[in-house]
């Protein structure tokens, strides 16, 4: 059975800064990618937060930086997905989609989180056919199209902006009467032409053919005295209303919150199990951004590396 010492699961902004520390501290890390390789900012358009870019940078060229600055220094980056953990013992086995079982000394657990759905069956019915969590993977699909997307936060809002100056009309549908968003998010959006938003309302279902999505009915102050409903007609409807972390192979090992994200130790990256770390927003249901996400990978790959001292230490 393979062994490393450093085992890197994911492939966003945590993986691959703790796989930049890792490689550099001698550890010979490889890192598992997931599905998604570089992780959700490659579905993201401009990212103008990021440290080092004055211009602006977009998501996915970001994370091939990252990627190429991984492997630069040695990292073993491979594509695979873990489908099974043990963290019983020492050292931890982690078992990939191919059947592979690899033992680790240390393990960072950087998966990130996935988008969250409404729910709703008729979203079921037409994910793939006009339901879409991802702006900049399917909006091109719906060029001079009406759309609609929901959500109020940042992420709403760059995605209706995105959308924008590709579609006709975007109705963007949020459930308060306010925008969560950040300002700068919120005053682009009001000064868009074509984005229609509709504060108070929820999706009740969506509607179409075999032939794809038609609309979306809508109900306003749902509940409420002044309860009134409505149908818009679109051909895409993008969901953007946050996301759940990815720990569901961890859970039988890791302590997890109630909501699902791992529970690290203090502001280490340490987890429950000693020699398992976690970083990026499978861990971090507050911050949740790029820079904060490759902060904590930095951390993790430090914690593991004098964890790794320390177990080199008690063996001589
Ligand atoms: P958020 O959690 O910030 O926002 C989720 C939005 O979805 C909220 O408006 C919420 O409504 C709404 N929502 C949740 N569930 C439902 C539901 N069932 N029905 C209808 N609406 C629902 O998630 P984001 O993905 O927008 O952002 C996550 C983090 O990433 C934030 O910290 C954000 O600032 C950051 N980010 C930063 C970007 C940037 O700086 N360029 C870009 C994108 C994200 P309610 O307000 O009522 O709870």
Known sequence: MERVKC??????????????????????????TGLQMGGQLTTTT??????????????????ED??????????????????????????????????????????????????????LPSEEQ?????VSACATCDGFFYRGK????????DTACEEAIYLAGLCR???????????????????????APNIKVLFEHNTVELFGTAMGLEGARLVFRQGEADESFKEICVDGFFLAIGHVPNTGVFKEFLQLDEAGYIVTSGTS???NVPGVFAAGDVMDPVYRQGITS??????????????????????T
């Open 126 to 130: 037409f994910r793939g056919a006009g």
């Open 66 to 119: 990252m990627q190429k600055q991984a492997a630069r220094f040695g990292t073993d980056i491979r594509f695979g997905v873990v489908t099974r953990v043990d963290f019983s013992g020492r050292p931890h086995r982690v078992t990939l989609d191919d059947g592979k079982t690899i033992e680790a000394d240390a393990v960072i657990v950087a998966t990130g989180a996935t988008a969250r759905y409404l729910g």
């Open 269 to 271: 990256t340490r987890t």
């Open 7 to 32: 085992l890197i699961i994911g492939s966003g902004p945590a993986g691959y800064t703790a796989a930049i520390y890792a490689a550099r501290a001698n550890l010979s890390p490889v890192l598992y």
């Open 146 to 153: 009406d759309v609609a997307v929901v959500g109020g936060g």
């Open 169 to 191: 009309e975007v109705y963007l549908i949020v459930r308060k009467n306010y925008l969560r968003a950040s300002k700068v998010m919120q005053q682009r959006v009001f000064d």
């Open 46 to 63: 401009e990212v103008e937060n990021f440290p080092g870019y004055p211009e602006g940078v977009t998501g996915p060229v970001m994370m």
């Open 294 to 315: 490759a902060a904590a990978g930095c951390k993790a790959a430090i914690d593991a590396e004098r964890y790794l001292a320390g177990l080199c230490l008690s063996s």
